[in-house]
């Protein structure tokens, strides 16, 4: 698809405030019906929880281990995705309630609030799909792009990518540990301290639901383990699922760093637009999904409450028609499709030519020019 | 909450279970009003004694620990999805069951008028411990004075109901200035008072009526032996303002008193002098954004993208006017986490950092 060639820094300006506008009008409506919607998520969460858990306790029975790893696995993603990422982003600050305050909440996965609010509200989010300071992309073991360097270790990331999957809690744990810095620009040290607080973290989960149920279910601990196993599992599956499609499908662009230096804020916007691709489905699947579903929206939108992404979307898609940009959306299977082809893409060496910023000063020359 | 039940859902081993949420996160699916360590109530009763005001009677959970006469709580509300918090006296003697506030409307203050106009039965509001010094004693004095307006009334109505009780009315003396009787709240509680207590002198003074404001020659027809009495003083802060000179010019005994709002000094657009609560530092508001003006300062607060988006600087404002830099709009805010880096100083601001 390649970055836009028609558009001038005053377009691209006029682009920055009617989204401004679209942010304004949402934020300064919200209000009660909002709260009643994140309290119904919240009790939806904690009532499949407590019904997952406790019939776990019947596991031993195949239906009752069946009904409850389910249920489990509802509650660990609701709480992880719809609830946790969008509490902490601030979403819900507004209604002053301490048990949604992005300060203070802490969310069940293996990663300590205050590193993923450092790696991903403001790393993620503010340098979104730049090489080399987004470092989502890739996650510092696959290559995600054109523009990181390949190596041999990438023949096997197919391989790795199933395994992070598997495992995504955890990776997302280390995430912000940054080990490639280490020994460079970051000390032992300070890894150390990130360490320690990670594992205190990782600690209270692995004691709750690989120690503490177990235990309560006495000499039928087995299901009750395998059951909190495979609700983790399949969070981890699910969602590595649904964040590897925010940003890694077919026509996604990546940006460096030189051409975003100075960013106006319609740029950032529109790098956020571009950065990111979104998922068609049915209002439960978006819930389920945290509106992670609406990768678009959410990276325009950070802290507007996730459910109103649904309303602000097809003006979103009005404004990419009228300034001719790409609005990247599909079913679940197509834009996984899309990513699983570009793991596979780039476990080669292989680099495509890609439009670039011109060196024009005025406003009203195109920002970019095609490929020579 | 049975105590056993308490000590138990408190325990180290239910909050492993629970984490990394808490227990009351829990207990709320069965009642809001339950929690482990939280002063909640309930209300049971509402009453409109005048058109301006609402008096609730609060049923609270055992969190909450009584209070002395006199004392304020810290009410939470929520309304239109927001919480919101504001002072309220406590009007119930300690040895009452029931928590009894009453609220009047505070011009367009948003949660007083939601409260005169919408509270209900059932409602369900947050409460935190009793606060305050008005009444530090055990026991009534000798003699005493009891000098209100408007709705100052309230902490003192505390004190003498909490007096009646004890039948500790020797000799009390309560002076009460309001717009019109039918402004006034507790008028007839107060006179159902006067009528059973010998001990008791009330004198209302309704200033719509043609009533006297408080001055030197009012105070001492009213009072003429205020030189024996130690006084309880509350109301709004311009009647607090006569009356405290009148008062000490004429009593050595200790004046105890109640104010319910700091005046708040008018500024100018644009000026602004910001104070930093917590390192007892101030600067003035104009060099830029609240972040670069602690930044400038000194201090040294998180902070993140700078740019609005990820939330890291994210600070309390105790009060103050601040201007959102996005959208220019200026608002302001009391209690309220806000982001350093995309708001300035409008005005004067209490940042709590």
Redesign the interface.
């Known amino acids: 698809m390649g970055k836009p060639t028609h558009l001038s820094k005053a377009d691209i300006a006029e682009f920055g405030r009617e989204l401004d506008a679209i942010r304004d009008e949402v934020m300064n409506d919200l209000g009660e019906s909002d709260a009643r919607y994140i309290r119904n998520v919240l009790k939806t969460q904690r009532y499949s929880e407590v019904a997952g858990r406790a019939l776990l306790m019947a596991g031993f029975l195949p239906p009752a281990w069946l009904a409850g790893t389910g249920l489990l696995s509802l509650s660990k993603i609701l709480e992880n995705m719809e609830i946790g990422h969008n509490v902490m982003h601030g979403q819900w600050d507004w209604m002053n309630d301490p048990a949604l305050d992005s300060s203070t909440y802490e969310w069940d996965n293996t990663c300590p609030a205050h590193q993923w609010k450092h790696s991903h509200n403001y790393m993620h989010h503010t340098f979104t799909n730049i090489v080399d300071l987004d470092r989502d992309v890739g996650y510092g073991i696959l290559r995600m792009s054109e523009d990181q360097d390949w190596r041999p270790q990438h023949l096997a990331q197919p391989l790795t990518a199933a395994t992070l999957a598997a495992f995504f809690q955890w990776g997302v744990a280390l995430h912000d540990l940054e080990v490639e810095r280490l020994g460079k620009d970051k000390t032992f040290k300070e890894a150390a301290v990130q360490l320690r607080e990670i594992w205190g973290k990782a600690r209270k989960q692995v004691l709750k639901d690989y120690l503490l149920f177990p235990a309560l279910a006495g000499p039928m601990f087995a299901p009750v383990l395998a059951g909190n196993f495979s609700a983790n599992l399949n969070r981890n599956l699910w969602s590595f699922l649904i964040i590897f499609c925010g940003h890694f499908t077919d026509e996604v662009e990546m940006f460096d760093e030189s051409e975003t230096a100075d960013e106006t804020r319609g740029e950032w916007y529109l790098r956020q637009l571009l950065g990111s691709s979104n998922l068609s489905g049915s209002v439960p699947f978006h819930i389920l999904s945290g509106h992670l579903s609406y990768q678009i929206e959410h990276h325009l939108f950070p802290d507007m409450p996730s459910h109103r992404y649904r309303e602000v979307a097809p003006k979103i898609q009005e404004i990419c028609e009228r300034y001719g940009l790409n609005y990247n959306t599909g079913p679940l299977s197509k834009q996984f499709g899309g990513v699983v082809k570009r793991i596979l893409r780039m476990s080669l060496p292989h680099r495509r030519k890609r439009n670039t910023l011109t060196s024009e000063t005025s406003t009203d020359a195109p920002v970019y020019a095609e490929a020579a | 909450m049975k105590p056993v039940v308490k000590k138990l859902l408190g325990s180290s ?1 239910v909050g ?2 629970a ?3 808490s227990v009351d ?2 207990l709320s ?1 069965i009642d809001s009003r339950l929690s482990l360590s939280e002063p909640r109530g309930r209300v049971t009763h509402v009453v409109r004694q005048t058109p301006d005001s609402v008096t609730l009677e609060i049923e609270p959970n055992d969190n909450w620990q009584g209070h002395r006469p006199g004392q304020h709580v810290l009410l939470g509300v ?1 309304l ?5 918090s504001r002072c309220f006296s406590v009007v119930s003697a300690p040895s009452e069951p029931m928590i009894e506030v009453t609220i009047k409307r505070n011009g367009d203050g948003r949660v007083s008028n939601f409260l005169v106009d919408h509270a209900e039965r059932g409602q369900l509001v947050h409460l935190s411990p009793a606060e305050g010094d008005f009444y530090p004693h055990a026991e009534a004095p000798r003699k005493a004075l009891l000098l209100s307006a408007g709705s100052g009334i309230t902490p003192v109505m505390s004190v003498l109901r909490h007096w009646i009780a004890r039948d500790e009315v020797a000799d009390v003396v309560f002076v009460h200035y309001a717009r019109t009787r039918d402004d006034m709240i507790y008028a007839a509680e107060l006179e159902a008072m006067a009528r059973r207590h010998d001990g008791l002198r009330v004198e209302t003074v309704f200033t719509a009526d043609g009533g006297r404001r408080l001055d030197d020659a009012t105070l001492d027809a009213l009072v003429p032996d205020l030189a024996q009495r130690p006084t309880w003083l509350c109301g709004p802060a311009g009647f607090m303002d006569a009356a405290e000179p009148l008062i000490a010019a004429r009593s050595n005994e200790t004046l105890h008193r109640e104010q319910f709002a700091a005046t708040r000094r008018e500024t100018a657009h644009g000026e602004g002098a910001v104070r930093f609560l917590n390192s007892d530092v101030a600067a003035s508001g104009e060099s830029g954004s609240l972040l670069e003006v602690a930044e400038g300062a000194g201090l040294k607060p998180n902070y ?2 700078r ?1 609005g ?4 600087c ?1 600070c309390r404002v105790a009060e103050g006017s601040v201007r959102d830099l ?2 220019n709009r200026v608002r302001d805010v009391r209690d ?2 806000i982001q350093l880096c995309i708001h300035a100083a409008a005005g004067d601001v209490a940042v709590e950092l």
């Open positions: 081993f492993a279970l984490s990394p949420l996160d829990y699916l929520v239109d999805g927001v919480r919101h993140g993208c740019m988006i990820c939330h890291a994210k996005r959208t309220t986490d």
